[in-house]
C-alpha cells in the first residue's frame, strides 16, 4: 500500500449537528447543494456550502438512499418502497412498494447509472443469513439482480459503465462485475478485495460500507469502524488511506465546483461513550480535498 495517509487536522467538518447515522451523500452540481439522509434519524438533509443554508425534511421511515430525479427533485429510497421527494415543496409521493417483508428487511445503499437505472440494495436486519439483495428500478419497476447480500452496500460503476461494485458489509467484501449498460445485466462476479474479519485484531481496519469511483475510475470506500477511507484501484490495490476524526464512516460523494471535495458522512448511533469522547465527530458530515477530481452522479429516469 503507498504510504500517502491523511492526519487528522485535513480533515474539515462540513456540518457539524451529528446524525444518528447518515448516509447517502449526494452532490447535486446544479444547486451547487450536498443531500444526505439520517437513517434512524428518518430525514434527508440539503445543504448550500457556500451560504451554509441548511434544510431537512422529515421522512414517515428510514430512508436507505437517494438520487437526483431526472424531473427534478429526488427519488428516496424509504422502508416502505420508492418515493418523490419534491424538494420545492416537500410533497413526498409514492411511486412503488417495496416487494420484500417490511418488518425485517429495508432499502439501503444506492446510486443509478448512465441510463438512468436506480440500482438500490437491500439490508436483512436480523443479519443471520444473506437475505438481502440488489435491486434494479428502472421504468417505475423493481427488478431483482440476485446479489444475495446481508448487507448491500458500496453500488458503484467504472467511468466507461462496464464495471459494477457491490460490497457485502458484513463479509468485508466487494465484489466487482461486467455490466452490460444497454441492457441492464451483470454477470463474471469476481471479488475486488476481502477485508480482515476479526475484530478482535489490533489491526483491524473495519468493513465496507458505502463507496464512489472518481474520474480515473478508482473506487472510494468508506470503513465503517475502521475510522478511514480507502482509495481501491480498479484491481483491488489500496492506492490511499485518509484516516478519520469519526469511527464510523458510512459513505463518500464528491462535490464542489471542481468535484475535488471528498464528503462523508458517518454515524454516532449505538455508538459506546468511550468511543464518542474518542471521536467526538461522530455522526457529522466531514470533508476533505483530494487531488483527483469525481464525477457527476446520474439521475434516475422513468
Given at each position: 500500500m503507498t504510504d500517502n495517509s491523511s492526519p487528522f487536522e485535513t480533515i474539515d467538518t462540513a456540518f457539524d449537528q451529528p446524525m444518528l447515522l447518515g448516509e447517502?451523500?449526494?452532490w447535486h452540481a446544479e444547486e451547487g447543494a450536498l443531500y444526505w439522509i439520517d437513517i434512524p434519524g428518518k430525514a434527508v438533509h440539503r445543504?448550500?456550502?457556500?451560504?451554509?443554508?441548511?434544510?431537512?425534511?422529515?421522512m414517515p421511515q428510514e430512508p436507505g438512499s437517494i438520487v437526483k430525479h431526472a424531473q427534478g427533485g429526488l427519488v428516496v429510497a424509504l422502508r416502505s418502497g420508492m418515493s418523490h421527494l419534491n424538494t420545492q415543496t416537500g410533497a413526498l409521493t409514492p411511486m412503488l412498494d417495496a416487494p420484500y417483508d417490511t418488518t425485517r428487511i429495508r432499502f439501503n445503499d444506492g446510486r443509478c447509472d448512465a441510463s438512468g437505472r436506480f440500482w438500490c440494495g437491500t439490508i436483512y436486519e436480523p443479519r443471520d443469513r444473506e437475505a438481502g439483495t440488489l435491486y434494479c428500478f428502472e421504468r417505475n419497476r423493481l427488478r431483482d439482480a440476485h446479489h444475495p447480500v446481508t448487507t448491500s452496500n458500496g453500488v458503484a460503476f467504472s467511468p466507461d459503465q462496464r464495471l459494477m461494485y457491490h460490497a457485502?458489509?458484513?463479509?468485508?467484501?466487494?465484489?466487482?462485475y461486467d455490466y452490460d449498460l444497454a441492457t441492464g445485466?451483470?454477470?463474471?462476479c469476481r471479488l475486488l478485495l476481502q477485508f480482515d474479519a476479526d475484530k478482535s485484531s489490533p489491526d483491524y481496519g473495519g468493513r465496507p460500507d458505502g463507496a464512489a469511483?472518481?474520474?480515473?475510475g478508482a473506487y472510494w470506500c468508506a470503513?465503517?469502524?475502521g475510522a478511514?477511507?480507502?482509495r481501491l484501484s480498479p484491481h483491488g490495490e489500496i492506492l490511499q488511506e485518509i484516516r478519520l476524526p469519526a469511527r464510523c464512516p458510512t459513505m463518500v460523494a464528491f462535490g464542489g465546483t471542481d468535484l475535488r471535495t471528498l464528503y462523508i458522512t458517518t454515524g454516532r448511533n449505538g455508538r459506546s461513550d468511550d468511543e464518542l469522547s474518542r471521536y467526538p465527530?461522530?455522526?457529522?458530515?466531514?470533508?476533505?480535498?483530494v487531488e483527483v477530481p469525481g464525477r457527476l452522479e446520474y439521475s434516475y429516469r422513468p
Open positions: 447517502s451523500p449526494l445543504l448550500h456550502p457556500d451560504s451554509r443554508q441548511h434544510q431537512c425534511w422529515d457485502n458489509t458484513p463479509a468485508h467484501r466487494i465484489n466487482v445485466a451483470t454477470s463474471n469511483v472518481d474520474s480515473e470503513m465503517f469502524e478511514r477511507v480507502l465527530l461522530s455522526g457529522c458530515v466531514l470533508s476533505v480535498r
